[in-house]
């Protein structure tokens, strides 16, 4: 029998919903559908029936969740300790981070939901940004903690060694396109209400925004681990934001179903103490 046919029976069986169990799994509605289709075929009940707008699961189908769901875990354990554990992670700390071996490091998607989304899915067994969740299937580590700094080219017509207040809200910034909790870096970190920014250009990638500030006036911003990192190579000034703001607290979240597998905590304890040195 199809494996995969199994899990898209337990994720329908677990949200009673093919909506829900499409958007978990990644698939369309018509190929959850059809997998729940062909695995009644293959064992010759009914596994679903209407109830109002949605389904619920037959008898047949709460005996069939409750002979493979530890089974079907077993497998999906055995999978991750023969295979690299896949990481979204923030572009602030791939630098530090990037050289742990068996791990296949991507940078975290600029929608928050799509990080969340993939955890929840299997799609990635880790994510390191700053987002947090209250959701109960995932664990939070807080793992690093930065500060949030600007950078101005080192021949800046206005901008000398001190960045002010003033200059700093009149001249023009290269900003992330990157929201999270629905507000940009500035917002996301201050508490206060603050006047709006002069944007002149929006970047997917920090590594991007310092280069542009490095041929024009404009101010980019970073942590200032990564800023003290390119800035020498770049011809950039790192400056204090002057604003009241929180510092940078970066979070490794991953679904509660791994905290007690061992290669998952093999690698997470390799990246705590990755950071811990650098902090």
Same mark, same amino acid.
């Given at each position: 029998?199809?494996?995969?046919?199994?899990?898209?029976?337990?994720?329908?069986?677990?949200?009673?919903?093919?909506t829900?169990?499409?958007?978990?799994?990644?698939?369309?509605? +018509?190929?959850?559908?059809?997998?729940?289709?062909?695995?009644?075929?293959?064992?010759?009940?009914?596994?679903?029936?209407?109830? @109002?707008? @949605?389904?619920?699961?037959?008898?047949?189908?709460?005996?069939?969740?409750?002979?493979?769901? $530890?089974?079907?875990?077993?497998?999906?354990?055995?999978?991750?300790?023969?295979?690299?554990?896949?990481?979204?992670?923030?572009?602030?700390?791939?630098h530090?981070?990037?050289?742990?071996d068996?791990?296949?490091?991507?940078?975290?998607?600029?929608?928050?939901?799509?990080?969340?989304?993939?955890?929840?899915?299997?799609?990635?067994?880790?994510?390191i $940004?700053?987002?947090?969740?209250?959701?109960?299937?995932?664990?939070?580590?807080?793992?690093?903690?930065?500060?949030?700094?600007?950078?101005?080219?080192?021949?800046?017509?206005?901008?000398?060694?001190?960045?002010?207040?003033?200059?700093?809200?009149?001249?023009?910034?290269?900003?992330?396109?990157?929201?999270?909790?629905?507000?940009?870096?500035?917002?996301?970190?201050?508490?206060?209400d603050?006047? +709006?920014?002069?944007?002149?250009?929006?970047?997917?990638?920090?590594?991007?925004?310092?280069?542009?500030?490095?041929?024009?006036?404009?101010?980019?911003s970073?942590?200032?681990?990564?800023?003290?990192?390119?800035? +020498?190579?770049? $011809?950039?000034?790192?400056?204090?934001? +002057?604003?009241?703001?929180?510092?940078?607290?970066?979070r490794?979240?991953?679904?509660?179903?791994?905290?007690? $597998?061992?290669q998952?905590?093999?690698?997470?304890?390799?990246?705590?103490?990755?950071?811990?040195?650098h902090?």
């Amino acid at each position: 029998m199809d494996l995969n046919l199994l899990t898209t029976f337990l994720a329908v069986y677990k949200h009673s919903s093919i909506t829900a169990a499409s958007e978990q799994l990644d698939l369309t509605q +018509p190929a959850v559908s059809a997998a729940i289709k062909r695995l009644e075929t293959v064992v010759g009940k009914t596994l679903f029936v209407r109830e @109002g707008r @949605g389904i619920a699961p037959t008898g047949a189908a709460v005996s069939l969740a409750n002979k493979i769901e $530890d089974p079907l875990n077993v497998i999906t354990t055995l999978e991750q300790q023969t295979n690299n554990l896949n990481i979204y992670c923030t572009e602030s700390l791939l630098h530090l981070i990037s050289d742990i071996d068996n791990v296949n490091f991507s940078e975290a998607p600029l929608q928050e939901n799509e990080l969340f989304d993939a955890l929840i899915s299997q799609k990635v067994d880790i994510v390191i $940004d700053v987002i947090s969740s209250k959701k109960h299937t995932l664990i939070e580590e807080v793992l690093f903690t930065d500060e949030a700094v600007c950078l101005t080219r080192i021949e800046h017509p206005r901008i000398k060694e001190q960045l002010t207040q003033e200059a700093y809200f009149q001249e023009e910034h290269i900003a992330l396109k990157i929201k999270r909790a629905d507000m940009n870096t500035v917002e996301f970190l201050s508490d206060a209400d603050l006047p +709006p920014r002069k944007i002149k250009i929006e970047t997917s990638s920090i590594a991007s925004m310092l280069m542009l500030a490095s041929s024009t006036n404009y101010i980019a911003s970073s942590t200032r681990s990564l800023a003290e990192k390119l800035a +020498p190579q770049l $011809d950039l000034k790192i400056h204090s934001i +002057p604003l009241p703001l929180h510092p940078i607290k970066f979070r490794m979240l991953y679904h509660r179903r791994y905290a007690k $597998d061992e290669q998952h905590l093999k690698v997470r304890e390799l990246i705590k103490k990755t950071l811990i040195k650098h902090k």
